[in-house]
């Protein structure tokens, strides 16, 4: 469910009128005249908002839902809650729920498709911004409407601090940095040039191409987060993506929609996080590490430098490599190369 500090909700629309415009197929026609008030992820999905089940690893949020309705594929409508034969959950039939359900995110949000960015004017503070007189906003800087700036915070020359932000105590944000739907703890170090609150990036498929998902979440940051020169951190595309407490992000590090980074995590130069995947508490990743979307990585995991995470890695769990195996499994595979490389080039 969107913050309404971030974007305008143009709900509630009967489902028959969803139906039409996403070309999806009412399972009962009686649901057609129910009115919709919101889309939300299905687990938070309550009876007067919309969600969507795709994936078949979220099949079990999909039977324990409390949405009021869902684009499903009609395979899987056989998985839908009890409730969805005696009048409860309604189901859109739709062969592409993805890309159904982008459409109506845009039918309840069209302006979160206009613009990757809040226009700015001319640099100032709006009126309606809150800053504390202790705080301090460099020349050039531009603070948006109904932004908060707390007590002892620096905002940077030339930094965007877009509507809505919320920018907690003693906050440091750097030289022409750009922070947008997002709300920052106290005693937040963003360094020069970092994005934050940037469209994810999110596509759907369709027979005229691909349709741009809009993207509805924001980026919470956690107490004492320092992020590093030229950052990207995507905000959410319908969940949140998240920064916890403690957690440092070295430079050129970019973390996509919907990623969870637990507190204390250390995430080293050109690090990738994938959207929807959660990293564990007080884990460390090394330099140009990638990690694929919508896995887990446990509490204290180490992933050595240029590793390729493609599975889940568990609590404690030291790996490396591509893809990433137990760091021990990786040197033996490094070791039986280099033996088998080095044999080949003696026989020449």
């Given at each position: 469910?969107?913050?309404?500090?971030?974007?305008?909700?143009?709900?509630?629309?009967?489902?028959?009128?969803?139906?039409?415009?996403?070309?999806?197929?009412?399972?009962?026609?009686?649901?057609?005249?129910?009115?919709?008030?919101?889309?939300?992820?299905?687990?938070?999905?309550?009876?007067?908002?919309?969600?969507?089940?795709?994936?078949?690893?979220?099949?079990?949020?999909?039977?324990?839902?409390?949405?009021?309705?869902?684009?499903?594929?009609?395979?899987?409508?056989?998985?839908?809650?009890?409730?969805?034969?005696?009048?409860?959950?309604?189901?859109?039939?739709?062969?592409?729920?993805?890309?159904?359900?982008?459409?109506?995110?845009?039918?309840?949000?069209?302006?979160?498709?206009?613009?990757?960015?809040?226009?700015?004017?001319?640099?100032?503070?709006?009126?309606?911004?809150?800053?504390?007189?202790?705080?301090?906003?460099?020349?050039?800087?531009?603070?948006?409407?109904?932004?908060?700036?707390?007590?002892?915070?620096?905002?940077?020359?030339?930094?965007?601090?877009?509507?809505?932000?919320?920018?907690?105590?003693?906050?440091?944000?750097?030289?022409?940095?750009?922070?947008?739907?997002?709300?920052?703890?106290?005693?937040?170090?963003?360094?020069?040039?970092?994005?934050?609150?940037?469209?994810?990036?999110?596509?759907?498929?369709?027979?005229?191409?691909?349709?741009?998902?809009?993207?509805?979440?924001?980026?919470?940051?956690?107490?004492?987060?320092?992020?590093?020169?030229?950052?990207?951190?995507?905000?959410?595309?319908?969940?949140?993506?998240?920064?916890?407490?403690?957690?440092?992000?070295?430079?050129?590090v970019h973390i996509a929609h919907n990623a969870v980074v637990e507190p204390y995590c250390i995430l080293v130069a050109q690090v990738g996080i994938s959207g929807s995947t959660?990293?564990?508490?007080?884990?460390?990743?090394?330099?140009?590490?990638?990690?694929?979307?919508?896995?887990?990585?446990?509490?204290?995991?180490?992933?050595?430098?240029?590793?390729?995470?493609?599975?889940?890695?568990?609590?404690?769990?030291?790996?490396?490599?591509?893809?990433?195996?137990?760091?021990?499994?990786?040197?033996?595979?490094?070791?039986?190369?280099?033996?088998?490389?080095?044999?080949?080039?003696?026989?020449?």
């Amino acid at each position: 469910m969107a913050d309404p500090r971030f974007f305008k909700n143009h709900g509630p629309f009967a489902l028959g009128d969803i139906a039409e415009k996403t070309g999806a197929r009412l399972r009962r026609e009686a649901d057609a005249s129910r009115l919709f008030y919101d889309v939300a992820p299905l687990h938070e999905a309550g009876e007067r908002d919309i969600g969507f089940f795709e994936n078949k690893k979220y099949r079990e949020q999909f039977r324990q839902s409390q949405a009021g309705a869902c684009l499903v594929n009609p395979a899987e409508a056989e998985h839908a809650p009890p409730n969805a034969n005696n009048g409860g959950m309604a189901l859109l039939l739709h062969d592409a729920p993805y890309t159904a359900y982008a459409k109506v995110q845009a039918l309840f949000y069209p302006e979160s498709l206009m613009s990757p960015m809040p226009s700015v004017g001319k640099p100032g503070i709006a009126k309606s911004a809150k800053i504390h007189p202790s705080a301090r906003v460099s020349d050039f800087a531009f603070v948006g409407e109904n932004a908060e700036i707390g007590e002892g915070s620096v905002i940077g020359h030339g930094t965007v601090i877009g509507h809505g932000t919320v920018v907690g105590n003693h906050c440091l944000i750097g030289d022409h940095a750009t922070v947008t739907h997002a709300i920052l703890d106290d005693h937040v170090v963003i360094f020069p040039g970092v994005r934050i609150g940037q469209d994810g990036f999110g596509y759907a498929p369709s027979p005229t191409g691909m349709i741009k998902v809009p993207q509805l979440g924001r980026v919470l940051i956690g107490k004492h987060v320092h992020v590093g020169a030229n950052c990207t951190i995507d905000r959410g595309s319908l969940n949140d993506t998240v920064i916890g407490d403690g957690c440092k992000l070295d430079n050129l590090v970019h973390i996509a929609h919907n990623a969870v980074v637990e507190p204390y995590c250390i995430l080293v130069a050109q690090v990738g996080i994938s959207g929807s995947t959660k990293i564990g508490m007080g884990s460390i990743l090394g330099g140009q590490v990638g990690v694929i979307g919508h896995v887990t990585i446990g509490q204290k995991a180490q992933v050595a430098a240029k590793s390729a995470v493609m599975g889940n890695v568990g609590d404690g769990q030291v790996v490396g490599g591509i893809p990433a195996v137990p760091i021990r499994q990786w040197q033996r595979q490094a070791a039986a190369l280099a033996k088998l490389v080095g044999g080949r080039i003696k026989a020449k």
